[in-house]
């Protein structure tokens, strides 16, 4: 069966900008969860929804939102774009909500750069 | 700072040697799990550990966790280069999954 996907894999944009990142869930699952990968932070979560709620949400400014659609696809919005933004964000689902006993399937990631 | 620390940050070894990179916390995990992510993909789970002093095999992958549940090794035996990648440890907390930063393992031929 298909994997996790998300488009566009590599955005860039300046300063100010807002970015809309895309994520399409294996079929059937209700859980997806967001997260910035940086080099120095390494994988921190964004925020996870399920069933079209968001569930659960990581420490990150208002600038950083995103919501769930009737068919378990989700997007992610950054407005006001700042440099710091720059990273690889990744798109995980799963069966049910993210517990270690439900596993998490990782989409590639879309790389964004903010210049 | 990190709720995991990983170590070390950064590995180069030649193609037939033995590893262990390590993940450490103060904290106490209900369950911990270890992922390999290669260039261009997303992480993919290899292990989820639940028990203290649980061992669990994986062809030449040992995973360890700790009696205290606390820390967590994975023991790689007669490395190859596929087995280059970033390994990342994620431990449940608090209802909540937390990564650490990785090990980035790079097996030369």
């Known amino acids: 069966k298909a994997g996790v996907t998300q488009t566009p894999r590599y955005l860039i944009k300046t300063r100010g900008q807002q970015v809309t990142l895309s994520c399409s869930p294996i079929?059937?699952?209700?859980?997806v969860s967001w997260y910035q990968q940086t080099p120095g932070q390494g994988l921190q979560f964004l925020f996870e929804?399920?069933?079209?709620?968001?569930?659960n949400k990581g420490n990150f400014p208002g600038r950083f939102s995103g919501r769930q659609f009737s068919n378990s696809r989700s997007e992610m919005n950054v407005s006001t774009l700042e440099l710091g933004d720059s990273a690889l964000y990744l798109c995980?689902?799963?069966?049910?909500?993210?517990?270690?006993?439900?596993?998490?399937?990782f989409g590639p990631g879309t790389r964004l750069t903010v210049l | 700072t990190q709720l995991l620390e990983q170590s070390p940050q950064f590995l180069s070894i030649q193609e037939g040697e033995n590893l262990t990179v390590y993940c450490n916390s103060s904290?106490?995990?209900?369950?911990l799990q270890w992922y390999r992510q290669e260039p261009g993909e997303g992480p993919v789970l290899l292990v989820t550990?639940?028990?203290?002093?649980e061992v669990k095999k994986l062809k030449r992958l040992t995973f360890q966790f700790g009696d205290a549940r606390k820390d967590s090794s994975l023991h790689i035996t007669a490395a190859q280069p596929g087995d280059t990648g970033l390994y990342l440890c994620?431990?449940?907390?608090?209802?909540?999954?937390?990564f650490g930063a990785g090990t980035r393992l790079t097996v030369k031929p």
């Open positions: 550990v639940v028990t203290g002093g």
């Open positions: 904290s106490v995990f209900s369950s």
């Open positions: 995980a689902s799963s069966l049910w909500t993210r517990t270690a006993q439900n596993e998490q399937f």
């Open positions: 994620a431990g449940e907390y608090n209802n909540d999954m937390r």
């Open positions: 079929s059937g699952h209700r859980s």
């Open positions: 929804y399920f069933s079209e709620t968001q569930r």
